[in-house]
């Protein structure tokens, strides 16, 4: 039996962080080996929010697909591609469009934050409204059984799934109904202990030197109340100690013990788990200038993720066209 197909995105943020890496990225390096893999580069996604300015989401685009493969994203085994190459994906987003009320889109909690945080009052455009129906049409375009994604993402894909129950009923089972895939591990806090974030500034990004790691985590915040080695800590509310917990694990308990004793003092730890997590980061480091050498490689992996993309998405498209009726006017205008 063929493996059963998963489908995720990323939209075009540039370089990646270590929640992006953690929370999302290294269980889609996992799950190549369960899989078959589609991962997605949303560009058309990113409009919804920066329409305004275009210039720079290949560059962007680039950064990202950078990482994907420094992660280890097999391009062999993986479809690697970009949305925009892939029109298909506007046609379905055109269909799935009717099956969703402009109701039920107003109630995404997603888009009622953004609609708070970046101030948009009546400004919402008709395409940022239709986010989560672009969403479902990347995901049912490819038949996904499962999605890897973050929490954040579920209200998203509840979308999706009562947009293919609703197809399926009116036109016929055509989509599986994908679950979504967790990863197991907690999010990973940003040095000041908000979410790690670019726009907030308090990120370790995946390609940062070992210095620039080592500087960033001395102004990690650690547990408020220990003060001077000596004083007691308490791990479970420090940031840098949930680094070690990723990072760090043949460690973690000897330093927690260390941590509540008070003989280890922050300063130590932290220099400690900068360079922990520069290892653990090097071979990824690597990868990524070699990549960064060799840009017709990168060229060549889009190209051909492209093609075998459209080649799964225009064989979805064939089925919906038939189970919608569209093909039926050629026989309606001969007969
Ligand atoms: N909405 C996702 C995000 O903000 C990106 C995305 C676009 C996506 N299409 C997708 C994720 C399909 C999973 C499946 O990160």
Not at 145 to 157: I, K, N
Not at 241 to 267: M, P, T, W
Not at 303 to 328: C, L, N, P, W, Y
Request: proline share 5%; hydrophobic share 40%; aromatic share 6%.
């Amino acid at each position: 039996m063929a493996a059963k197909r998963i489908l995720s995105g990323m939209r075009p943020t540039g370089k990646l962080h270590l929640g992006n890496y953690v929370g999302v990225l290294a269980n889609w390096v996992e799950l190549q080996d369960e899989y078959d893999c589609f991962f997605e580069i949303a560009d058309w996604h990113a409009l919804t929010t920066g329409y305004e300015h275009t210039e720079t989401i290949p560059h962007d685009a680039i950064e990202v697909v950078i990482d994907w493969l420094a992660a280890g994203i097999d391009p062999e085994r993986s479809v690697i591609f970009i949305q925009s190459d892939v029109k298909e994906h506007a046609e379905l987003h055109l269909l799935l469009s009717m099956l969703v009320t402009a109701a039920r889109l107003e109630r995404n909690p997603t888009l009622k934050e953004q609609i708070r945080d970046l101030h948009l009052g009546e400004n919402v455009t008709y395409g940022h409204l239709g986010y989560p129906v672009l969403q479902a049409a990347d995901i049912l375009i490819y038949r996904a059984h499962a999605v890897p994604v973050g929490e954040d993402q579920l209200p998203h894909l509840e979308i999706t799934r009562e947009i293919a129950r609703r197809f399926n009923s009116l036109y016929g089972e055509v989509f599986p109904i994908p679950e979504p895939l967790l990863t197991r591990f907690a999010r990973l806090p940003g040095l000041d202990g908000k979410r790690m974030s670019k726009s907030v500034g308090n990120v370790i990004l995946m390609s940062d030197s070992p210095e620039e790691i080592e500087k960033k985590v001395m102004t990690a915040i650690t547990d408020p109340q220990k003060i001077r080695m000596g004083d007691p800590g308490h791990p479970d509310i420090c940031n840098v100690f949930a680094y070690h917990r990723r990072f760090n694990e043949g460690e973690v308990s000897q330093i927690r013990k260390d941590c509540e004793s008070g003989r280890l003092g922050c300063v130590s730890c932290k220099k400690k788990c900068a360079s922990v997590i520069a290892s653990y980061l090097e071979p990824l480091r690597e990868r990524r200038a070699d990549l960064e050498k060799n840009p017709q490689r990168l060229v060549n992996i889009l190209k051909d993720g492209a093609s075998r993309a459209r080649r799964a998405a225009g064989e979805t498209m064939e089925i919906v066209r038939k189970a919608m009726k569209f093909q039926r006017l050629e026989d309606a205008i001969s007969g």
